[in-house]
T-cell receptor, first 112, second 114 residues
Framework: GNSVTQMEGPVTLSEEAFLTINCTYTATGYPSLFWYVQYPGEGLQLLLKATKADDKGSNKGFEATYRKETTSFHLEKGSVQVSDSAVYFC???????????FGTGTRLLVSP | DVKVTQSSRYLVKRTGEKVFLECVQDMDHENMFWYRQDPGLGLRLIYFSYDVKMKEKGDIPEGYSVSREKKERFSLILESASTNQTSMYLCASQDRGRSDYGYTFGSGTRLTVV
């Protein structure tokens, strides 16, 4: 079946540090991959996406590359800010089923 | 901007009450979803709907039902609320023809059952 595994948190960083949140997936076919972000007290917002192998999604300084050979979609940012503190979800959509499959989320805490 | 609106941000209900959580989207999306979010468990799909009057069970439908009488509105019903249904509930919608866009989520309803 389809599943997503992402690193457990919390991830604690100082401002301007480099961020990596690991995500690997298992899927049949050719899924689309997403990162969603949830700020405190809010719903989920789409951060970035990639719909085929070797695509790179990017937004707000965050990047992730769809790696079919390693079934990975790691999230990176070169210099985090306090305002990036949130929970980040790696998500898979197998288009045949139209249902998202979520990782368990990784909490990021950035201190000044 | 596209929008999914959940009627309440916070709700407190008593055990045994019938609870209605409302969700409205203004994007003419066919697909709508209800999730619950719990610490350490991530998001779990309760029910979803592909069209008016259609509904499908998700991964954890027990204790819940849904109603979709109009395309824009998808209601989650707790027939007899219990304390283990205390959770954050998230509604989402999706354009069936643009699955590469993922879902649009509401801001969530935090329900406490006492």
């Amino acid at each position: 079946g389809n599943s997503v595994t992402q690193m457990e948190g919390p991830v604690t960083l100082s401002e301007e540090a480099f961020l990596t949140i690991n995500c690997t997936y298992t899927a049949t076919g050719y899924p689309s991959l997403f990162w969603y972000v949830q700020y405190p007290g809010e719903g989920l917002q789409l951060l970035l996406k990639a719909t085929k192998a070797d695509d790179k999604g990017s937004n707000k300084g965050f990047e992730a590359t769809y790696r079919k050979e390693t079934t990975s979609f790691h999230l990176e940012k070169g210099s985090v800010q306090v305002s990036d503190s949130a929970v980040y979800f790696c998500v898979l959509l197998n288009t045949g089923f139209q249902k998202l499959v979520f990782g368990t989320g990784t909490r990021l805490l950035v201190s000044p | 901007d596209v929008k999914v609106t959940q009627s309440s941000r916070y709700l407190v209900k008593r055990t045994g009450e019938k609870v209605f959580l409302e969700c409205v989207q203004d994007m003419d999306h066919e697909n709508m979803f209800w999730y619950r979010q719990d610490p350490g468990l991530g998001l779990r799909l309760i029910y979803f709907s592909y069209d008016v009057k259609m509904k499908e069970k998700g991964d954890i439908p027990e204790g819940y039902s849904v109603s979709r009488e109009k395309k824009e509105r998808f209601s989650l019903i707790l027939e007899s609320a219990s304390t283990n249904q205390t959770s954050m509930y998230l509604c989402a919608s999706q354009d069936r023809g643009r699955s590469d866009y993922g879902y649009t989520f509401g801001s969530g309803t935090r329900l406490t059952v006492v």
